[in-house]
């Protein structure tokens, strides 16, 4: 009985992950083909082959890329932008999701940096992602300071606190390996010291250093 309930619990740690990783990638797939699939459907009836409208999606953002770069097409594409910036209420969520965006697949990109923080009054430490080092811009007394996001565990939400430079320490752990850490609750732990070891151990540092 022994036998069996342990080959059951590997057979489900060896498929629960797999049918989990194949169900996001599905559902991502129909979502990003169904944003213009659904308009191009009417069209194709019965000759429709999924994907048809993801393609057309990622040969229009391609093509919007482009355009961006030319004179006559950029300069429109700018006071569109310029407008957008400019409507209440509209200014907010478009700068936002711009500037997330930005931060993801921009030339600046966010969550580069990982870093430890301490908490206060404590010796207890958190893992987190430097997403901006210069604050004077927004508030000039926080110029010394540095905005700081903590993922929570098993969440795609988060934290972001603005701490003093001096208080951040800048750690040599991939982003990615970071972020697999925290959001398994440490689980991931062996995996990222395998990682560690493959690149020569941590290498920490102060932002104002």
């Known amino acids: 009985m022994k036998r069996f309930i342990k080959n059951f619990i590997n057979g489900i740690l060896t498929i629960v992950p797999i049918i989990l ?4 990638i599905y559902k991502t797939f129909m979502f990003l083909d169904g944003i213009l699939g659904n308009l191009l ?18 040969v229009l953002i ?19 932008d310029r407008l957008l910036e400019k409507i209440p209420i509209v200014k907010t969520v478009y700068s936002v999701i711009k500037d997330t965006v930005g931060s ?8 580069s940096k990982v870093v430890l923080v301490t908490l206060p009054g404590t010796e207890i430490k958190s893992m987190g ?10 508030y000039s007394p926080l110029k010394d ?18 701490i003093p430079k001096e208080q951040v320490e800048v750690i040599d752990i991939p982003p990615e390996e970071a972020m697999k850490f925290i959001l398994s609750g440490g689980m991931t732990s062996a995996n990222s010291s395998k990682t560690a ?4 151990g941590r290498n920490r540092a102060s932002l104002v250093d």
């Open 21 to 24: 990783v194949i169900y996001v």
């Open 41 to 58: 459907k009417p069209y194709f009836k019965d000759d429709y082959i999924p994907g048809i409208g993801l393609l057309t999606t990622i």
């Open 62 to 80: 391609t093509a919007l890329g482009w355009m961006s770069t030319q004179f006559i097409t950029g300069s429109i594409i700018k006071i569109i």
């Open 104 to 111: 993801f697949l921009g030339d600046k990109k966010s969550f």
């Open 129 to 138: 992602f430097i997403t901006t080092e210069n604050l004077d811009s927004f």
């Open 145 to 162: 300071h540095a905005a700081v996001y903590i993922p929570q565990t098993f969440q795609v939400a988060g934290f972001t606190f603005l």
């Open 197 to 200: 070891r493959e690149t020569g």
